[in-house]
Structure formats: structure tokens, C-alpha cells
């Protein structure tokens, strides 16, 4: 079976799953909305907001990457959880090819969840306190938001098929993505390790102005993430072709 004929597969299982195609639209949606309420709300008169104009602007998007990460868990995991896996490799027996699709899936989708999701949060933002993509580190943010989308995607999608259990990697990856790198960070002695993670490095991208706390640069912060992705990713086809379906 050719490259095409296993990225189509997906694409129609991606489609007709309710859950697959909800779970991002749900990220764009908690985005969007959670920005566009928070700065309506407290956008002028929360100093904090204001310390980095990416804080206010990526708001809602500290809830929209939990669906993000639910996203990337449901394209493998929900065939290990319903057994349809042992289907799907036999209609693509070469294992390398069958995940090679849902990575490809997965990362476009990703790409248009981090596309709409950082539109939509730019356009609250200049619809309720107003925004100035003029200021320095603006486009290199825009940049990094929607890269942080399919890059997550990618993480969380190598570590279920590694994982290759639906429930372990939402109970480990779900909590770990939504306070769990959030409360590392606020650990003295563990803190400069915790930078270190995919989500935080990735978000730290995204931020305008330098945090000396911080010990690399952005774009050091979008590479670590890049590694984390790619790691994960190579992980998760040595488990496939190690394993058993």
C-alpha cells in the first residue's frame, strides 16, 4: 500500500470519528473565546496582562492545548482502546507507513488548529484592549504559537502510540500539560529542569519580551520543543514495529 493510499485512510477515520474532528475545533474554540472573555474582562485593568502582551493574548490558549493534547492522544489511542489497531495494520502492513500517516495527519491538523487558534486570539485581542503587531518579538510569537499546535500534537501522539493505552497516556499526559509542567516550574531546585519541557519551552517562545529565569532563547525554546517532538515520534515507531498490536 502506497504513502497516499494510508494518509487517505486517515483522513476518512479522522472525519467520520466524532471525537477526532470535535477535539480540535474544541482547541480553537477554548482559545479563542477564553482570550477574547479574559481581555474584555481584565485586559485594561490587569497589570499583569500587560507585562508581556503575550500573556493576554495566549490566555485562553493555557485551556485550548488541553484539547490539543487529547487530539494527538485519540488519533492512536482510540484504535488501541477499541482493538480496531490489528485492523488498520492489516489494511497497512507496513508498520512505519501506518504511523507515518497518522504523523502527517496529525501534523496538519495541527497546523490549521494553531493557524485558526492564533487568528482568533490575535482578532480578540484587537477587538477588545487593541494590539500592535509592530512591537519587537511580534511575528517571531505569531510564528511560535502556530508551531507549538502540531508540535504538542506530534509529542503526545508519539508517547500514546509508546504508551499504547488510551486511558495512561489521557491520565498521564492530559494533568501533566494543564498544571503539572505550570507547578514544576514554581519548584526551586527543579524549576531551571522544568524549562526544559516541551509545553514550557514552547510557550516561552510565544513570549515577547526575554525572562532572565529563562536560560535560552526563543527560538532555543521553539528547538527544544522541536526535539521533543521529533524524540517522541521516533519513539513511538520503535514501539509500533517493537510490539505486538
Same mark, same amino acid.
Given at each position: 500500500?502506497?504513502?497516499?493510499?494510508?494518509?487517505?485512510?486517515?483522513?476518512?477515520?479522522?472525519?467520520?470519528?466524532?471525537?477526532?474532528?470535535?477535539?480540535?475545533?474544541?482547541?480553537?474554540?477554548?482559545?479563542?473565546?477564553?482570550?477574547?472573555?479574559?481581555?474584555?474582562?481584565?485586559?485594561?485593568?490587569?497589570?499583569?496582562?500587560?507585562?508581556?502582551?503575550?500573556?493576554?493574548?495566549?490566555?485562553?490558549?493555557?485551556?485550548?492545548?488541553?484539547?490539543?493534547?487529547?487530539?494527538?492522544?485519540?488519533?492512536?489511542?482510540?484504535?488501541?482502546?477499541?482493538?480496531?489497531?490489528?485492523?488498520?495494520?492489516?489494511?497497512?502492513?507496513?508498520?512505519?507507513?501506518?504511523?507515518?500517516?497518522?504523523?502527517? #495527519?496529525?501534523?496538519?491538523?495541527? +497546523? /490549521?488548529?494553531? !493557524?485558526?487558534?492564533? %487568528?482568533?486570539?490575535?482578532?480578540? *485581542?484587537? &477587538? $477588545?484592549?487593541?494590539?500592535?503587531?509592530?512591537?519587537?518579538?511580534?511575528?517571531?510569537?505569531?510564528?511560535?504559537?502556530? #508551531?507549538?499546535?502540531?508540535?504538542? +500534537? /506530534?509529542?503526545? !501522539?508519539?508517547?500514546? %502510540?509508546?504508551?499504547?493505552?488510551? *486511558?495512561? &497516556? $489521557?491520565?498521564?499526559?492530559?494533568?501533566?500539560?494543564?498544571?503539572?509542567?505550570?507547578?514544576?516550574?514554581?519548584?526551586?531546585?527543579?524549576?531551571?529542569?522544568?524549562?526544559?519541557?516541551?509545553?514550557?519551552?514552547?510557550?516561552?517562545?510565544?513570549?515577547?519580551?526575554?525572562?532572565?529565569?529563562?536560560?535560552?532563547?526563543?527560538?532555543?525554546?521553539?528547538?527544544?520543543?522541536?526535539?521533543?517532538?521529533?524524540?517522541?515520534?521516533?519513539?513511538?515507531?520503535?514501539?509500533?514495529?517493537?510490539?505486538?498490536?
Amino acid at each position: 500500500m502506497s504513502a497516499a493510499f494510508a494518509l487517505r485512510a486517515e483522513w476518512v477515520k479522522f472525519t467520520t470519528l466524532r471525537s477526532q474532528w470535535i477535539t480540535p475545533l474544541l482547541a480553537v474554540l477554548l482559545t479563542t473565546g477564553i482570550t477574547a472573555a479574559v481581555q474584555a474582562a481584565y485586559g485594561r485593568v490587569d497589570t499583569s496582562l500587560e507585562d508581556d502582551p503575550a500573556g493576554g493574548i495566549y490566555y485562553g490558549l493555557l485551556f485550548g492545548h488541553v484539547a490539543v493534547v487529547c487530539s494527538g492522544i485519540l488519533l492512536i489511542g482510540q484504535e488501541y482502546a477499541s482493538g480496531t489497531v490489528r485492523a488498520s495494520l492489516a489494511a497497512v502492513p507496513r508498520r512505519g507507513r501506518f504511523y507515518a500517516g497518522k504523523l502527517l #495527519l496529525g501534523t496538519g491538523v495541527g +497546523l /490549521v488548529v494553531g !493557524l485558526l487558534s492564533v %487568528a482568533g486570539a490575535h482578532l480578540a *485581542t484587537s &477587538a $477588545t484592549v487593541g494590539l500592535d503587531l509592530g512591537q519587537p518579538g511580534a511575528v517571531r510569537s505569531i510564528v511560535a504559537g502556530v #508551531l507549538y499546535h502540531p508540535l504538542l +500534537l /506530534v509529542i503526545c !501522539l508519539g508517547a500514546t %502510540a509508546m504508551l499504547r493505552n488510551l *486511558t495512561a &497516556a $489521557t491520565g498521564l499526559l492530559t494533568p501533566a500539560v494543564f498544571l503539572g509542567t505550570t507547578f514544576l516550574t514554581a519548584v526551586p531546585g527543579v524549576r531551571e529542569a522544568a524549562y526544559f519541557l516541551p509545553d514550557r519551552a514552547g510557550l516561552y517562545a510565544m513570549n515577547y519580551r526575554a525572562d532572565p529565569a529563562v536560560p535560552y532563547g526563543h527560538w532555543t525554546g521553539l528547538l527544544v520543543m522541536a526535539l521533543w517532538a521529533a524524540a517522541a515520534a521516533w519513539g513511538g515507531l520503535v514501539s509500533l514495529r517493537r510490539h505486538d498490536a
